[in-house]
């Protein structure tokens, strides 16, 4: 499986240099995960990882990236095109599962170690759990990403 194991910082305002968010550490189920991570600053590692970000919206709903101010629009209707997305790919999922060694789930409906999201009001969200919060029909400026290096489990 793959994982895109970046932190994004989407604020609803542009978001300065110096404003970039530097370490991350947040609860997940009652247990505190503190992850090694740096800072991606080279031009072309930035534009990588905002291209597995919208990778991850998966096409669903019309989300788009502004390069010229560094924005992600929300259309609406956004966070619905996505569920319904998901949805149709955890059905394809598990009607392959009889035919596939052992895969456990949860591993198919939460990725923990995915793309997290730090906005102005929350830091450390799942990629589900912002969509599910994000208001449609708006921009987010991209901030700091960091790349993280999941505990070996």
Avoid at 13 to 23: A, F, G, L, T
Avoid at 37 to 53: C, P, Q, T
Wanted: glycine content about 8%; overall charge negative.
């Amino acid at each position: 499986m793959r994982y895109n194991t970046r932190i994004f910082q989407l604020y609803k305002e542009p978001v300065k240099s110096e404003q970039y968010i530097k370490v991350f550490e947040f609860e997940l189920n009652n247990t505190s995960l503190q992850f090694e991570a740096d800072h991606i600053e080279k031009e072309r590692d930035r534009e990588k990882s905002i291209g597995l970000l919208m990778a991850d919206f998966g096409g669903y709903g019309g989300a788009s990236y502004n390069k010229r101010d560094d924005s992600i629009y929300f259309p609406k209707g956004f966070r619905e095109e996505f569920f319904w997305g998901r949805l149709q790919g955890l059905k394809t999922q598990v009607g392959l599962y009889d035919r596939r060694p052992f895969i456990p789930f949860e591993d198919l409906i939460t990725q923990r170690f995915g793309p997290y999201i730090c906005t102005e009001d929350s830091y450390g969200m799942t990629l589900d759990e912002f969509v599910s919060n994000l208001e449609e029909d708006r921009k987010y400026y991209v901030g700091g990403i960091l790349r993280y290096y999941p505990p070996k489990e």
